[in-house]
């Protein structure tokens, strides 16, 4: 059975902190790695794709994939009030049909107290 | 100005009554697919769409049903065989397949009494 598994939070940090965020994933054979944000009552937006090992930078984000391990992450370098949102992971997990499809997880609630 | 389009952005209907979301894209790509999210949940495949006059089932997709007739378009019906319609329904899109970046409209909320 393909799962995304996230600490649903909340996650309190400082403004300016470090924020981290973690994702584990059941299905060995995912190729590609995303993250949302999602703000209260709205749809989720992408920030970060990553499909290879290692670390993968844009702005003040970086995400991190370890395939060994089964883990991708999500890191938030001087967290913003404007942060504080859902953040979805999503991995692309076979199907028993045999087929592909994005699999998400449940998300982490972040909240960056001014 | 590419992007995908929801309409309505709120729907009300009463039980029993059938009732179709719009999704349109602008941005040629070949996938589309349908989620529902449910508060505090994550989002769940209800179905997909990789090319023009083909669709998948999704893990939910019991109670609705779908169109393909143009690459622009993803139509969903909620049909009143869904036992649990109230959520927030998101459509999306990618160049191609789910190995691609999915990007959301802005979904519409529909609630059913």
């Known amino acids: 059975q393909k799962e995304v598994e996230q600490n649903s939070g909340p996650l309190s940090v400082p403004e300016g902190a470090i924020a981290s965020l973690n994702c584990t994933y059941s299905?060995?054979?995912?190729?590609?790695f995303f993250w949302y944000r999602q703000y209260s009552g709205k749809s989720p937006e992408l920030i970060m794709s990553?499909?290879?090992?290692g670390d993968k930078e844009d702005g003040r984000f970086t995400a991190q994939l370890n395939k060994a391990s089964q883990y991708v992450s999500l890191l938030i370098r001087d967290s913003q009030p404007s942060d504080s949102a859902t953040y979805l992971c999503?991995?692309?997990?076979?199907?028993?049909?045999?087929?592909?499809?994005?699999?998400f997880g449940s998300g982490t609630r972040l909240q960056v107290q001014p | 100005d590419g992007g995908i389009t929801q309409s309505p952005k709120y729907l009300f209907r009463k039980e029993g009554q059938n009732v179709t979301l719009s999704c349109e894209q602008n941005?040629?790509?070949?996938?589309m697919y349908w989620y529902r999210q449910d508060p505090g949940q994550g989002l769940r495949l209800i179905y997909y769409?990789?090319?023009?006059?083909?669709?998948q089932k999704g893990d939910i997709a019991e109670g609705y049903s779908v169109s393909r007739e143009k690459k622009e378009s993803f139509p969903l019906t909620v049909t009143s065989a869904q036992k649990n319609p109230t959520a927030f329904y998101l459509c999306?899109?990618?160049?191609?397949?789910?190995?691609?970046?999915?990007?959301f409209g802005p979904g519409t909320r529909l609630t059913v009494t």
């Open positions: 769409s990789q090319i023009v006059n083909d669709f």
């Open positions: 990553i499909y290879s090992n």
């Open positions: 299905d060995r054979g995912s190729q590609s």
């Open positions: 999306a899109s990618s160049i191609s397949g789910s190995f691609y970046e999915q990007y």
């Open positions: 999503a991995v692309n997990s076979l199907e028993p049909t045999g087929r592909r499809a994005l699999t």
């Open positions: 941005l040629n790509h070949d996938a």
